[in-house]
């Protein structure tokens, strides 16, 4: 698929889900609203993402769960908008924070904001890697171009996130990348060549974030283990197609998250 015809598929799968959920679930409810209590505050949770957000292959994704630890932890009643999108590379997240009115309003008007992105955007590049169609004379450019691509994106997904909410007043909580694949790029000899452009982003993820006073869940040091050499198919952490989190994956991330606390609200 060319890219202009790209761009066009991606632009009718989010119409398509936008029309989606406002035609199943009524205007003002979100995903639904975790808490009953008539006198407790009520907090906008909207998640942004990919797949991951989503939920995708698992009965109760990280989203719900957490709205569940925040309801839990500190009594308020939380309305989730769930805003995640299979198959969103960080680029398709910041022409969102960008150019929709929908998700710059609900971000606008949120108390809690999570997000998850670049995981497609390594992905794309290591199965590239792996077909030996990556390019250059190490087979290594698209690695390389998928980290410089996710940084410059993700500092500019930062920048529109903090013209519509500040940290201050918001609990803003984001995540770094977890690596599917240890097992099969150790058996292969892949993983020295591949992990460091996945540290990379990590670290770019965790200074960035730390800077603007944003809290990072560590969900590559909970799947990956501290050396990033823990295979999270052997731990059970993954579904079958080898890539998502299965429902307990999705439990170590609102872990995570829960990890954090509530600041500044809580």
């Given at each position: 698929?060319?890219a202009?015809g790209l761009?066009?598929?991606r632009s009718?799968?989010?119409?398509?889900?936008?029309?989606?959920f406002f035609t199943l679930?009524p205007?003002?409810?979100?995903s639904?609203?975790?808490?009953?209590s008539?006198?407790?505050?009520t907090?906008q949770y909207?998640?942004?993402?990919?797949?991951?957000?989503?939920?995708?292959l698992a009965?109760?994704?990280?989203v719900p769960r957490?709205?569940?630890y925040v309801?839990?932890?500190?009594g308020?009643?939380?309305t989730?908008?769930?805003?995640g999108?299979p198959g969103?590379h960080?680029?398709?997240?910041?022409?969102a924070?960008q150019?929709?009115?929908?998700v710059?309003?609900?971000?606008?008007g949120?108390?809690?904001v999570?997000?998850?992105?670049?995981?497609?955007?390594l992905a794309?590049a290591?199965?590239s890697?792996?077909?030996k169609?990556c390019g250059?004379?190490?087979?290594?450019d698209?690695?390389r171009?998928?980290v410089?691509?996710?940084q410059?994106?993700?500092d500019?997904?930062i920048?529109e996130l903090?013209?519509?909410?500040?940290?201050?007043?918001?609990?803003l909580?984001?995540?770094?990348?977890y690596?599917?694949?240890v097992a099969?790029?150790?058996?292969?000899?892949?993983?020295a060549?591949i992990?460091p452009y996945?540290?990379?982003?990590?670290?770019h993820i965790q200074?960035?974030?730390?800077?603007?006073?944003?809290?990072?869940a560590?969900v590559?040091?909970a799947?990956n283990?501290?050396a990033g050499?823990?295979d999270?198919i052997?731990a059970?952490?993954i579904a079958?197609?080898?890539f998502?989190?299965n429902d307990a994956?999705?439990?170590?991330?609102?872990?995570?998250l829960r990890l954090?606390?509530?600041?500044p609200?809580?």
């Open positions: 698929m060319s202009k761009v066009a598929f009718r799968y989010w119409l398509a889900f936008v029309v989606l679930v205007v003002g409810c979100g639904g609203t975790t808490g009953n008539s006198t407790a505050p907090w909207t998640a942004l993402g990919d797949s991951l957000a989503a939920g995708a009965q109760q994704g990280y957490y709205a569940t309801n839990t932890d500190t308020s009643n939380v989730t908008l769930n805003l999108i969103w960080s680029g398709d997240l910041l022409n924070l150019n929709d009115p929908i710059r309003n609900q971000v606008s949120a108390e809690i999570t997000w998850d992105i670049g995981g497609n955007d794309n290591h199965d890697f792996v077909q169609t250059g004379v190490d087979n290594q698209c690695l171009t998928a410089t691509t996710f410059t994106n993700w500019a997904i920048v903090l013209k519509l909410r500040v940290p201050s007043q918001t609990i909580r984001t995540m770094d990348i690596n599917p694949y099969a790029d150790t058996t292969s000899g892949m993983f060549t992990e996945l540290d990379q982003v990590n670290s200074a960035n974030a730390q800077t603007n006073g944003i809290p990072v560590a590559h040091l799947f283990g501290p050499t823990v999270p052997a059970g952490l079958s197609d080898n998502h989190p994956g999705h439990k170590v991330i609102a872990d995570q954090l606390l509530y600041k609200l809580h």
